[in-house]
Every structure is written in structure tokens, then in C-alpha cells.
């Protein structure tokens, strides 16, 4: 019993001191990829150095609404039941536009309308932050009378 007791004794290690494993024992390594389905930072157009801009300006822009914007038959008939169309959507780092929503409309589907035509826009200037295109939220009203 002596014996054994000296066998276990000199057979525990120190447990002061960190184990350090072997990587050898292991066995072969697989590399994992992580993606990220977390979207860049999106800024508002007071944290950006540089507005995004329609090509052409803003001016460009309502006449290209106005242009591609069809008025609903109700309206026509009667333009007291307009009003002001609102809309946001999110001015991506390659100048497209996403996530169109329609905050406010009158009705008729004034805002689908919109939403369509909102859709047809070509790519804009991005907004810029420390030098680099970044995506911007950007609201706009429209009036169709």
C-alpha cells in the first residue's frame, strides 16, 4: 500500500503550472468562414460630409418624378383629394436605391405609384464620410398636382 501511495504521488503533475496541449494530437484542422449578415452603418444626411445627389441635382429629380409619375384617375377628376406623397429609402454606396417606404399618402395608390417610380430612378451620387461612399437615408416629399 506504500507503494502505491508513492506510485500516485509522483505520477500527479504540478497544478500550478498551465497544461499545454499538443496540436498534434488534434488531428487535421478545418477553417471555418464566418459571414456577416450585419449591413453596414447606415447614416442620415446630417452625419455625411457630402449629400448624395440625383445626377443632375434635385430639380432633376422632381422632373423626373413628374415626368414618370402617373396621376391617379381620382385626382384627375377631383385635385382636392391630393396631397403631399412622403417617401424614404436608403441611398446605397453604389448609388441605387433600396428599402423604398411609403411614410404618407393621400390614397388611390398615390404611394404605390410612387414606390413604382422610386424603383425606376437611376443610380445616384452616394454620400460620402471620410472620404469613402457609404449608405445614406434620404427622404423626400412629392406632390403630384
Known amino acids: 500500500m506504500l507503494f502505491s501511495f508513492i506510485f500516485i504521488a509522483s505520477c500527479q503533475k504540478n497544478t500550478n503550472e498551465p497544461t499545454i496541449a499538443d496540436p498534434t494530437l488534434r488531428g487535421p484542422q478545418k477553417s471555418v468562414k ?57 441611398i446605397e454606396k453604389d448609388g441605387r436605391l433600396s428599402d423604398i417606404k411609403i411614410l404618407h399618402d393621400f390614397g388611390y395608390g398615390s404611394g404605390e405609384e410612387l414606390q413604382r417610380v422610386l424603383k425606376l430612378s437611376p443610380n445616384w451620387k452616394p454620400a460620402i464620410k471620410n472620404g469613402k461612399a457609404v449608405r445614406c437615408m434620404y427622404s423626400v416629399p412629392y406632390y403630384c398636382i
Open 34 to 90: 464566418i459571414e456577416s449578415n450585419i449591413p453596414e452603418k447606415l447614416y442620415n444626411a446630417t452625419e455625411v460630409d457630402v449629400h448624395p445627389q440625383y445626377p443632375g441635382g434635385i430639380q432633376k429629380f422632381q422632373a423626373f418624378l413628374k415626368k414618370n409619375y402617373v396621376i391617379p384617375e381620382e385626382v384627375v377628376q377631383d385635385e382636392m383629394k391630393a396631397s403631399a406623397i412622403f417617401a424614404s429609402f436608403v
